[in-house]
């Protein structure tokens, strides 16, 4: 069993170069063209690769989160205490936020900036609650069905959600609050996060429940 | 075994997510592009990468077909009764449906609205065949060859099709029902969908004969 | 053993689909955007995608070679007869010129025309030098070092080889000589085609030579 | 065992080719567009593709360093002598330079002209610092967790470290030096190297620093 400090670094460490990637491909990619589409596609690649690369190497230290929404569904099932469950949620902030200021430190901005994109309003929460139900759902159905694939599935997922859903796909309470200190590309203003993280919790019990009625005769991973 | 109703939430399920995913992209994409090459690069990586979320994930419960061209192949090798085949057809086509008022939804347009972009004569309807004869053979033969494999290749192959086919690769009848139901950039005008039905088929059946031919020793998957 | 039909079969469906798709994806691309570097990125992804299905499905029928400088190598480290290469060789070069005219006729073209990029000089045969010595390469120690890589393998190669090359990396004759026969993004002039052609069977018996000395204890595949 | 000179031409051949690949495809997409975005897509892709190849193919042979901030970390562990680990790293410089010249023949330059841009500044060697942290981290976390995996996970970082960090992760000092014998899009002016080669290396020795904390039960592998 991996110590608690050391699953709590392999969290914030995981959150926080995940940020660090969306942050920063978001600056590189908008510094660089006047399309907006490209510069999607500059945010997505990046994504999905770091994704795949950190559940690859960090999932046998600490399941690889990195989201509390994810922790969340954890707890529900009885994988993790309560107050384990608590812990990784605050390190997946602390982590998430210094990868906000890791990628601003890098690009040459000002460490920490209050967002400015508005996203708000019934489509982007149910965008949420879309994303973060399709994220779960496919943690736990692959963890269940091909549990090696799952650091692939989830980049593949991700990178399909950023384009399908409004909201560009946040679904990741943690990385929403980091975000919200980003004035650059992948920003949302601070008070549009409180009911992006409902809606991404609605979303993660959602999937919870639906693949607890498809496969009702397997045990949680 | 799984129960029919499973099998049947998960095939409408994984039509309803592909779908979301080809018309939200696409919605996406034309909003962030004037070129329209980068708007079906835009299009083409999210479908590309949930087919292999979808086919991975639902395989196991319901074969993932998401496909009336691809139930009608496996009830001609007597995989399936008629009767089971034409549920599947009939909830990959509700499915759809749903999948194409979801994107609407999250996008904040209307929920139905019939599809305006004319997508006809020969050229199409050949490359309709074409791109389903490839994607039955692909499955076929993948599922003979290297099962494990298949979710990755129904993925490539159709990440191509979209790109060598002049019709940008429908290749699936609920999915070009579907998509005559949205006016956005992976719409097709209702009065279209009927010749492009039949050229799929047509297709999928080529690949089934041409299949048994190369494989004769081989039992069906 | 599959039967010698079927293996030519197999050869020239390869062929045919892959220059289809190079030939379609260049004609899609170049008339979706003015950003020829957009259009590249519209004709690689869809040539290595199907590089991928197309080895994965037909390797075990014909070892998917699809190209004549492959075949020569096979026979030079006689894994295969001089008659049955040359047979291959001409089925590839059938099913490539195939392939051309059932892209043209998706596309609405005149079936067949000249093509007119030039493509000639040192730089350019050199780049072909280089292509085919590296995808050669790539097969020869793939399949020593870890055989079920192989077409993700030389799929990755040619997505390379697609940029860093300034042919845009050809690098097989039977496609070489299909090629010839479009005037569009992929196309190039017959008169440079027997050049290239010398190029590639040259990179082709270099890296021969090299994957030999780099590992003399082995068997060819 | 495979020989000294086989490994040492392992080495000089794989970083060749992943220099040729850079600054090849770094030329060719500055030709054919004027978004720097899409530029720096057409310069990522063929990256991580033929870091998956080269590595894939020559881990086997040479352990595929391609890097001496690789090779530095091996020598730290105690898997290579300090005089091997010395032949590494001058083959890969020599390698690298090499593979200058040979995009330039290809795109019809001349072989070798010093860099020309400016890459300095505390926020480029943070940004070099986090990613050679960050490719470190990978290799040695992904060779104790999942050996196979290495050469796709070494590509999708690369990949996304293009986009994530400011300075577009050069993150191996051959490969740095031979980028500074370039005039073209991935090129750095040559007073620039050395503060690029500290913070690489600095990366380095934290990544194996940090891998040994999380890892402490573990050998090398």
Request: aromatic letters at 6%; charged letters at 10%; hydrophobic letters at 55%.
């Amino acid at each position: 069993m991996t110590s608690l400090s050391r699953r709590l670094t392999a969290e914030a460490l995981g959150t926080g170069l995940l940020v660090a990637t969306v942050v920063g491909s978001g600056i590189m990619a908008e510094r660089l063209t006047g399309d907006t589409a490209v510069a999607l596609l500059g945010n997505t690649l990046p994504t999905g690769a770091i994704l795949f690369v950190l559940i690859t190497l960090l999932a046998p230290l600490s399941g690889a989160h990195f989201n509390p929404a994810v922790t969340l569904v954890a707890a529900m099932q009885g994988a993790m205490s309560a107050r384990t469950a608590g812990l990784y949620a605050v390190v997946q902030v602390a982590g998430g936020v210094a990868g906000t200021v890791l990628a601003h430190l890098m690009f040459e901005t000002a460490p920490v900036v209050a967002g400015v994109q508005a996203r708000t309003g019934g489509a982007q929460w149910l965008s949420e609650g879309v994303a973060t139900f399709g994220l779960v759902a496919t943690i736990l159905l692959g963890s269940r069905v091909r549990p090696p694939a799952v650091p692939a599935l989830v980049a593949a997922y991700i990178m399909a959600a950023y384009w399908f859903t409004a909201s560009t796909s946040f679904a990741n309470p943690a990385v929403t609050i980091a975000r919200s200190l980003t004035d650059t590309f992948s920003g949302i203003r601070p008070e549009d996060v409180p009911a992006f993280v409902v809606a991404q919790c609605a979303g993660a019990v959602i999937a919870l429940g639906l693949v607890r009625w498809l496969l009702p005769n397997e045990k949680p991973a």
